[in-house]
């Protein structure tokens, strides 16, 4: 029965979990009350995938297509890669690496059945909301499932994110305070991003901001700065701003703090360049 529960948690996360961020950012539920998300989300930190994974996506089943996804293998790109994982959230993992030149990278790789599954997960989505409803006549929820349906495939589609996060660098280039890693587009792939290595410590990470001296105030005021000009210049906004993807860290030259910007799998357009000043004038009169 448990091995059964994991396999079901780990399936379904996906769906949890893109339901319980979206429920939350638009305040419908707290997800600390949305138990099965947060399983989902504790199997899916835990159950890392392997160094093999990597080797083996060089030929992968993608539908009825074959496709290469690395040209060479794992030896042949890295001097060295770490097995354990930086990080694992529910599409992906980051393991640090070095490159045959030196270069430190981070290396993010996305779960095996994870493009497989989405299709699935989307439809237990709309069979379970459609329960919901049922249930609860009052509630819509079934919204969930054409953002799922919308979004899902963007964030799937690594080089998509890669392409993201040069727009937001040229976008924000002014920011001396925003670092955006660099995408090395030759080694990358839909399924296989791998980009500048940089380190800092989360930003809600009290500790580590008073040990290196960063100025919390400075911070704030920088975050205010960066979300500002997304939502109100660019209409080109990060919607997935959680600690682990914005990083801080002291600049030891100029003794100010640098904000770190990773995961731009996701984001929203609220206009485009030609009606953005008519944009703007709508969203403060809403």
């Known amino acids: 029965m448990v091995r059964v ?4 948690a780990s399936l379904t ?14 305040q419908y539920l707290d997800p600390n009350d949305f138990g099965v998300v947060r399983i989902g989300r504790a199997v899916l930190m835990t159950a890392a995938i392997s160094i093999d994974y990597l080797a083996h996506l060089r030929h992968v089943e993608g539908g009825t297509e074959k496709y290469e996804e690395i040209k060479s293998q ?14 694992a959230a529910s599409l992906a993992q980051v393991h640090r690496a070095v490159l045959r030149d030196g270069q430190t990278v981070a290396v993010k790789v996305q779960h095996p059945k994870v493009q497989t599954q989405s ?19 009052k509630f819509e929820f079934m919204w969930l499932v054409d953002e ?9 589609d690594f080089l998509n994110e890669g392409r993201n996060a040069e727009r937001m660098a040229a976008m924000v280039s002014h920011f001396p305070f925003l670092k955006i890693p660099k995408i090395h587009w030759d080694l990358s792939t839909e399924r296989v991003l791998v980009m500048e290595y940089m380190e800092g410590g989360q930003v809600n990470n009290k500790d580590y901001m008073e040990q290196n001296k960063i100025d919390v105030h400075q911070v704030s005021c920088a975050l205010g700065k960066l979300y500002s000009e997304m939502i109100f210049v ?15 860290r002291n600049n030891p030259k100029t003794n100010s703090p640098e904000i770190i910007l990773l995961d731009h799998g996701l984001y929203q357009v609220r206009w485009s360049g030609t009606n953005a000043e008519g944009s703007i004038t709508s969203l403060a009169l809403t």
Do not use: Q
């Open 13 to 26: 996360s996906i769906t949890l979990l893109s339901s319980g961020v979206l429920l939350y950012k638009t």
């Open 234 to 248: 660019h209409g080109f906004v990060h919607c997935d701003p959680h600690p682990g993807n914005v990083l801080v």
């Open 119 to 137: 299709k699935k997960d989307i439809f237990l989505m709309e069979i379970l909301l459609h329960v919901v409803k049922v249930v609860f006549p």
């Open 74 to 87: 794992v030896s042949d790109l890295f001097l060295h890669f770490d097995e354990t994982p930086l990080g």
């Open 5 to 8: 529960f994991y396999r079901l």
């Open 148 to 156: 799922a349906k919308k979004n899902l495939p963007l964030e799937l």
